[in-house]
């Protein structure tokens, strides 16, 4: 179902195919301007709808400009279909690029490989800042986005990684939302949880999406990543009752206090080679838990992210890769 082309960038691949719809072949295309005044055509003719799949560390996503129209070109249902690693394209979630609101330059929207929609997500964030300028090739390289979870604001480095200004992180449990027993004032830290027969010690936390993070078990015996059976274990927090929204899992092993290893369980992904949110959540966590520093090299399976909880505006600021795989076009 989908063609794809090779390609090292997408100005190569991404813009000439759009070129190819022609007016006779389009479905529903239309134009919008593009900051800096350039013209964009939307995304879906009759060979399909133009996608392009990015990676950062490893957690990979199917982006669409879907900046000429307010409602996603794609389903959840179809979603689920693309990201079919052996029937689809593959991906841990399809993202979409959408127009301006509240002052913003653009929104995103972002459905996990199961059709959920969470609010925010990290690595899924920065793919978006660089596709959005690789697709219009101009400034700025600094944007304001909207997001379920608030005004996210991403900026391309000259380094080619991008940092990201994710906001506030949500402490009170009941807007995390877990229904755990606070224990420092309105926030969940290292509160017991039984599961798979061992009491683990969670602190939670919200990125706009929620995060439940274990540093170890109430015995003090700490988590040691690489021994983990997430795919046995994962189910069992996402789903657990505790968490009414279902969670996102984080498994850290302390290394120094500013550097951790971390694997996930991502809600509505399951395991992932990285999730940008949760490595903030990590260091927050970690920091409420007197484990780690506010700035924390937070190791997953696909590499490393830099982040900083900075103590001056409470905001916490995410900085790793996001690079374009390939891109195509694909008919649902
Ligand atoms: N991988 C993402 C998080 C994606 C959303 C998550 N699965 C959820 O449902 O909350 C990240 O990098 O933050």
Redesign the pocket.
Known sequence: MAQCLAASSVARAFLPQQQRCSTRQQRRMSAAAAPGGARRQATVCSAGIKFAKYQ?LG?DFILVDNRHQAEPVISPDQAVKLCDRNFGIGG??VIFALPAQNGTDYSMR?F?SDG??????????RCLARFVADVDGSQPRQYKVHTLAGLIQPALLADGQVCVDMGEPILKAADVPTTLQPTQGEAVVQQRLSVDGKDWLFTCVS?G???AITYGLADGTPIKVDELDLARIGPMFEHNAVFPA???TEFVEVLTPSHVRMH?W????GR?L???????ATVVAGVLEGKTERKCQVDLPGGPLHIEWRESDNHIYMTGPAELVFSGSVSV
């Open positions: 950062g957690n841990d979630g972002i996990n959920s929609e969470p609010e925010m997500c990290g690595n899924g964030i990125m999406n929620p995060h279902r969670t996102n996930v991502e809600r509505g992904a992932t990285a999730c940008g949110t949760g490595a903030c």
